[in-house]
């Protein structure tokens, strides 16, 4: 069997990501790389957002960038602008096609679709698979988006609605997110922070329907795209083999009170490949301890109190653009980080800390 230097398993977002870092910096001159990847085709399956805090290579794959952002409950609505960090809206359709297309010049790089096929002895390995079974009665945060287009020009195309909590909660937490790309087209999301057993939840179909007509006042549109996940709220229980470099969600790159991934596993491929030579030598890439610790006692408050919720988050983003963004992007200082922390209410978050 055919041996490689690299081996990444799965060839998602955190495995191509990693891999064109690679190609891009001449790492894959002298080397060989598999990448293990079993679906059947490539083609447009999630629309990646994020804050562009830093540089990253897929600029050519953003369908949109905004400065303006608003989040609303039924009771108040607050809107934000920041012009140095645009929020970007990635198509996966593109990055995947840019990734691919690149790889294809090199014939040092080679796509396997089951891992037996190789001999893994002598590589280095990044995976990105989760092998462990899916945990229903932890955090997820499930959603369903649809990209719908009007006939008549209904959207604001300057203005993103990040969080709309102006909807049925059942007793968890719910919100509408909504990505104007232009004026007649839009990404709009249900989203959900609860576990996964209650199926009563997942009517998300239905919801998406009654939001279109009832809140935003939408008749006549079509579906462009479709797209639905679960990401864990929670760090995966992968087995710590010190020969395997965990990447992507599988390595702890979701920030778990928002699970925005995307640019984190940006920043992880760079590190991995600066690193390459001596990576299971150099330290475990992670978010920061800090953020790690918040996130664990904000997630704790939201399973005790999900009616609290939409306040704590809107009383949040009444901090400076640049605070909050910086904040949710793992890029904040002690300061920002204060100034967040003195917005929660003060007695549920001391009582969360014990328990
Ligand atoms: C619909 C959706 C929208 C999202 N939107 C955002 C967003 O807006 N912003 C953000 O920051 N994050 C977002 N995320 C979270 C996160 O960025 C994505 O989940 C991202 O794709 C994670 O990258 P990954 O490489 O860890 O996983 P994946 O991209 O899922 O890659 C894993 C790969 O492994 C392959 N695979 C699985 N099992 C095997 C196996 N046994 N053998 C071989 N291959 C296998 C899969 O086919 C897949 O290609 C979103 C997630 C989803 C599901």
């Given at each position: 069997?055919?041996?490689?230097?690299?081996?990444?398993?799965?060839?998602?977002c955190?495995?191509?990501?990693?891999?064109y870092?690679?190609?891009?910096?001449?790492k894959?001159?002298?080397?060989?790389?598999?990448?293990?990847e079993?679906?059947?085709?490539?083609?447009?399956d999630?629309t990646?957002?994020?804050?562009?805090?830093?540089?990253?290579?897929?600029?050519?794959?953003?369908?949109k960038?905004?400065?303006?952002?608003?989040?609303?409950?039924?009771?108040s609505?607050?809107?934000?602008t920041?012009?140095?960090?645009?929020?970007?809206?990635?198509?996966?359709?593109?990055f995947?096609?840019?990734?691919?297309?690149?790889?294809?010049t090199n014939s040092?790089?080679?796509?396997?679709?089951?891992?037996?096929?190789?001999?893994?002895?002598n590589?280095?390995?990044?995976?990105?698979?989760?092998?462990?079974?899916i945990?229903k009665?932890?955090?997820?945060q499930?959603?369903?988006?649809?990209?719908?287009?009007?006939?008549?020009k209904i959207?604001?195309?300057?203005?993103?609605?990040?969080?709309?909590?102006?909807?049925?909660q059942?007793?968890?937490?719910?919100?509408f997110?909504?990505?104007?790309?232009?004026?007649?087209?839009?990404?709009?999301?249900?989203t959900?922070l609860?576990?996964?057993?209650?199926?009563?939840?997942?009517?998300?179909d239905?919801?998406?329907?009654?939001y279109?007509?009832?809140?935003?006042?939408?008749?006549?549109?079509?579906?462009?795209?479709?797209?639905k996940?679960?990401i864990p709220?929670?760090?995966?229980?992968?087995?710590n083999d010190?020969?395997?470099?965990?990447?992507?969600?599988?390595?702890?790159?979701?920030?778990?009170s928002?699970?925005?991934?995307?640019?984190?596993?940006?920043e992880?491929?760079?590190?991995?490949?600066k690193?390459?030579d001596?990576?299971?030598?150099?330290?475990?890439?992670?978010?920061?301890?800090?953020?790690?610790?918040?996130?664990?006692?904000f997630?704790?408050?939201?399973?005790?109190h999900?009616?609290?919720?939409?306040?704590?988050?809107?009383?949040m983003?009444?901090?400076?653009?640049?605070?909050?963004?910086?904040?949710?992007?793992n890029?904040?200082?002690?300061?920002e980080d204060?100034?967040?922390?003195s917005r929660m209410?003060?007695?549920?978050f001391?009582?969360?800390?014990?328990?």
């Open positions: 069997m055919k041996e490689f230097d690299y081996v990444i398993i799965g060839g998602g955190a495995g191509l990501s990693l891999a870092e690679l190609e891009i910096n001449e894959l001159k002298d080397k060989t790389l598999a990448i293990i079993n679906r059947k085709e490539y083609k447009r999630k990646w957002s994020f804050w562009k805090v830093f540089d990253h290579n897929f600029d050519d794959c953003v369908i960038s905004w400065n303006n952002f608003t989040i609303n409950t039924s009771e609505s607050h809107e934000l920041n012009k140095k960090f645009p929020y970007q809206s990635i198509d996966s359709g593109k995947y096609n840019k990734i691919k297309s690149k790889l294809s040092k790089v080679s796509f396997f679709k089951n891992l037996n096929e190789i001999n893994l002895e590589s280095k390995i990044f995976n990105s698979v989760f092998e462990e079974k945990d009665s932890k955090l997820w499930h959603f369903q988006g649809i990209e719908i287009e009007t006939q008549k959207f604001d195309e300057e203005i993103i609605n990040l969080m709309d909590f102006n909807c049925d059942r007793n968890d937490v719910h919100f997110y909504t990505l104007p790309f232009s004026k007649n087209k839009a990404l709009i999301e249900t959900w609860s576990d996964l057993e209650d199926q009563s939840l997942m009517d998300y239905l919801q998406l329907e009654n279109i007509k009832n809140n935003l006042g939408i008749k006549n549109y079509k579906i462009n795209f479709t797209e996940g679960a709220l929670f760090y995966p229980s992968l087995k010190n020969k395997i470099i965990n990447i992507g969600s599988a390595g702890g790159m979701t920030r778990l928002t699970g925005y991934t995307f640019l984190n596993i940006q992880h491929s760079k590190y991995i490949v690193n390459i001596k990576i299971y030598e150099a330290k475990i890439f992670n978010l920061g301890n800090k953020y790690q610790f918040l996130d664990k006692i997630l704790r408050v939201l399973k005790k999900p009616e609290k919720m939409p306040k704590i988050f809107l009383n983003f009444k901090a400076s653009s640049n605070t909050i963004i910086k904040f949710l992007s890029k904040s200082n002690l300061i204060i100034n967040i922390i209410p003060k007695l549920i001391f009582k969360a800390l014990f328990n």
